[in-house]
């Protein structure tokens, strides 16, 4: 898996790319955290459940119905985010499956539990560059730990913000082009 806090790198590339309109603070410091929240299955390492289990480590809570539902149960405060109910259900589901997703990318564990319930079968990408981040913080103080740091900075945070940055660009284009575009009874 990458570092904990670099899951949020998604939700905030997104709200840079789309803007506080379509995506609120509130929505984004959401996004940011649900993008995270996969990860709280370690404490079942600690009480005992087995890595390989539907419920062990990159398992259920890894799934993309898990974010499907997480997403919907915060899509249920799409008021409280001031955003409409599918705009929040698609940025929160964004967040939540791109956990997953970016954990199929690395280099280590046993693969990542994607399409459970239907399937206990464990998944990765083909192409795997992402060094696997260590479970317990005193792994990040090591050698080891500033390689991961320095291979989630090339494989996820710079290709990430380069897309949040081009959705960005392509955004202000086209809301530059609308304006030109427009009649002045429209202005």
Excluded: Q
Excluded at 47 to 64: I, K
Excluded at 69 to 80: E, I, N
Excluded at 119 to 142: C, D, K, Q
């Amino acid at each position: 898996m990458p570092t904990v806090f670099t899951h949020a790198a998604v939700p905030i590339a997104l709200a840079a790319g789309l803007g506080r309109n379509k995506v609120p603070v509130r929505l984004l410091a959401c996004g940011a955290i649900a993008a995270m929240l996969p990860d709280l299955d370690v404490i079942g390492l600690r009480l005992g459940v087995p890595y390989t289990s539907d419920f062990g480590h990159r398992g259920f809570t890894h799934s993309l119905l898990f974010a499907g539902l997480v997403a919907l149960a915060g899509a249920s405060g799409h008021r409280w985010l001031r955003t409409g109910f599918y705009s929040a259900w698609l940025f929160l589901f964004a967040a939540i499956a791109s956990h997953g997703l970016l954990d199929t990318l690395t280099n280590g564990g046993r693969g990542i539990a994607l399409l459970w319930p239907w399937t206990s079968e464990r998944y990765f990408a083909p192409f795997r560059p992402i060094e696997v981040s260590p479970l317990g913080v005193h792994g990040f103080f090591t050698t080891r730990g500033i390689e991961v740091l320095k291979s989630e900075l090339l494989w996820i945070w710079l290709p990430v913000l380069a897309a949040g940055m081009a959705l960005f660009i392509a955004r202000r284009a086209i809301a530059r082009r609308n304006h030109m575009n427009s009649t002045p009874e429209e202005i």
